[in-house]
């Protein structure tokens, strides 16, 4: 099992050598305009494109499912949909959905897996979505690191 690596940095910029892949959480209702993604759409603007296009399409556009969108020679983004709307719900529960988040990073873990590709990542979850990264960690520790997948985690 590898350890996941934290640094302080910029998420959209992985400087490690090989495949790279960025991976961040979208929500289910087809929304892109605040948070992490804006900072994608600033470099690259095929995975806002590729997520909308995917969203109007409804074609497993679903909680825990990714797009992979290469926007470089060796670099990937995941779009993974672990957000369900944008607020809290009437039970004032945050967006996030851990279940989802687990199915789509063993999807991303597969795809990594294959290609033999880094993640990198802020702490994904956390911020709109309202997630805990105590929640979260294990997850990633239990589908990418411990997988000896080389992970990433950036705090801006």
Same mark, same amino acid.
């Given at each position: ?11 959209? +910029? ?12 979208? +929500?289910?209702?087809?929304?892109? %305009? !605040?948070?992490?993604?804006? @900072? ?6 095929? &995975?806002?494109?590729? #997520?909308?296009?995917? #969203?109007?399409?409804?074609? /497993?556009?679903? $909680? ?13 983004? @995941? +779009?993974?949909?672990?957000?369900? !709307?944008?607020?809290?719900? =009437?039970?004032?529960? *945050?967006?996030?959905? #851990? /279940? @989802?988040?687990?199915?789509? $990073?063993?999807?991303? *873990?597969?795809? @990594? =897996? ?7 990542? &802020?702490?994904? %979850?956390?911020?709109? *979505?309202?997630?805990?990264? =105590? ?8 589908? $990418? ?12």
């Amino acid at each position: 099992m590898k350890e996941i690596i934290y640094i302080k940095g910029d998420a959209t +910029n992985p400087t490690t050598i090989g495949n790279k892949m960025i991976v961040h959480i979208c +929500n289910d209702i087809g929304g892109w %305009g !605040k948070g992490f993604v804006m @900072a994608i759409s600033k470099k690259w603007k095929e &995975p806002e494109k590729k #997520y909308r296009e995917w #969203y109007s399409t409804q074609l /497993n556009f679903d $909680l825990g499912e990714v797009q992979f969108v290469q926007v470089e020679k060796d670099l990937w983004i @995941a +779009n993974l949909i672990g957000q369900h !709307k944008i607020n809290k719900d =009437e039970k004032g529960e *945050a967006p996030i959905r #851990y /279940n @989802a988040i687990e199915e789509g $990073l063993q999807k991303i *873990a597969f795809f @990594a =897996e294959q290609n033999a590709i880094s993640i990198h990542m &802020p702490r994904i %979850g956390c911020g709109l *979505a309202g997630g805990k990264w =105590e929640n979260i960690e294990p997850i990633v520790q239990r589908t $990418l690191s411990g997988k000896n997948i080389e992970v990433t985690v950036y705090d801006f």
